[in-house]
């Protein structure tokens, strides 16, 4: 059995994964609570086993969760804990921009899709919305635009009159009142952006990709926008799978 992990700034997820890429658990649970005794409620109740863990590997934005983690792993278990960007992923991946600029969670996901013919734009809704360029077997870099929850919530906790809002997938443009106003600006705004950014690395490469979109809003977007997508919540945990394949 395997314990791969992704730690984001809003969410952290666990999977218990056999051998035969098969995943038995699941966790989803806020970074921001993350502490020890956190974590040893939720292992207990869905009843790891330890004894049975073979390798850990995690990919990270957040280093003080992740240290938080590996030294609660390390109690329960003698294997290494590992992180995505401190193994060597040069068989796996060429990475055409700074190394340690680029966050483990957006390699992850450039290697779980690279296939060495097609070329890729991975668009995740996440704390940020970020747009990942992968160009056969070579990651070139990407863009990182605000988080939609981010962007919303400092909007509702800075305007005094603007509620906390739900989006939801609307028809018109023009709103009738604070609401409706705000998740059409969301909405559409988002989606002007998205095809928007999408066209220019299209222009600038001279290249054609396919997009995968993941995270928390790609429901929302995968029919708002023009562009043709493939919606795929599973990136990044067969990205971590096949990283694991480096763990000897």
Same mark, same amino acid.
């Given at each position: 059995?395997?314990?791969?992990?992704?730690?984001?700034?809003?969410?952290?997820?666990?999977?218990?994964?056999?051998?035969?890429?098969?995943?038995?658990?699941?966790?989803?649970?806020?970074?921001?609570?993350l502490?020890?005794?956190?974590?040893s409620?939720?292992?207990?109740?869905?009843k790891?086993?330890?004894?049975?863990?073979e390798?850990?590997?995690?990919?990270?934005?957040?280093?003080?969760?992740?240290?938080?983690?590996?030294?609660?792993?390390?109690?329960k278990?003698d294997?290494k804990?590992?992180?995505?960007?401190?193994?060597?992923?040069?068989?796996?991946?060429?990475? *055409? +921009?700074?190394?340690?600029?680029?966050? !483990? #969670?957006?390699?992850? /996901?450039? @290697?779980?899709?690279?296939?060495?013919? $097609?070329?890729f734009?991975i668009?995740?809704?996440g704390?940020?919305?970020?747009?990942?360029?992968?160009?056969?077997?070579?990651?070139y870099?990407?863009?990182?635009?605000?988080?939609?929850?981010?962007?919303?919530?400092s909007?509702?906790?800075?305007?005094?009159?603007?509620?906390?809002?739900?989006?939801?997938?609307?028809?018109?443009?023009?709103g009738?009142?604070?609401?409706?106003?705000?998740?059409s600006?969301?909405l559409?705004?988002?989606a002007?952006?998205?095809?928007?950014?999408i066209?220019l690395?299209?222009?600038?490469?001279?290249?054609?990709? *396919? +997009?995968i979109?993941?995270g928390?809003? !790609? #429901?929302?977007f995968? /029919?708002? @926008?023009k562009?043709?997508?493939?919606? $795929?919540q599973?990136?990044?945990?067969?990205?971590?799978?096949?990283?694991?394949?480096?763990?000897?």
């Amino acid at each position: 059995m395997y314990i791969l992990g992704d730690i984001g700034n809003t969410e952290t997820k666990i999977w218990l994964v056999s051998q035969n890429n098969k995943i038995v658990k699941k966790i989803i649970f806020s970074t921001k609570e993350l502490t020890n005794n956190k974590l040893s409620k939720i292992f207990k109740k869905k009843k790891f086993k330890f004894e049975y863990i073979e390798k850990i590997l995690f990919c990270s934005v957040v280093p003080q969760s992740f240290n938080l983690i590996k030294k609660f792993l390390s109690k329960k278990t003698d294997i290494k804990c590992h992180e995505v960007k401190r193994l060597n992923l040069k068989s796996l991946i060429k990475v *055409k +921009v700074d190394y340690k600029q680029v966050g !483990s #969670d957006r390699i992850t /996901n450039a @290697i779980s899709l690279m296939n060495g013919k $097609n070329n890729f734009i991975i668009l995740d809704f996440g704390t940020a919305t970020t747009f990942d360029v992968l160009i056969k077997n070579s990651y070139y870099g990407g863009i990182i635009a605000p988080g939609v929850k981010l962007s919303l919530n400092s909007l509702s906790d800075r305007a005094t009159l603007i509620p906390k809002i739900d989006l939801k997938k609307i028809t018109k443009v023009i709103g009738n009142n604070t609401i409706s106003a705000v998740r059409s600006g969301f909405l559409w705004g988002y989606a002007g952006l998205i095809d928007n950014i999408i066209n220019l690395i299209k222009k600038e490469t001279r290249k054609t990709f *396919k +997009v995968i979109i993941t995270g928390g809003f !790609s #429901d929302l977007f995968k /029919n708002s @926008i023009k562009t043709k997508v493939s919606q $795929n919540q599973n990136v990044t945990i067969k990205g971590l799978i096949k990283i694991s394949r480096l763990i000897k």
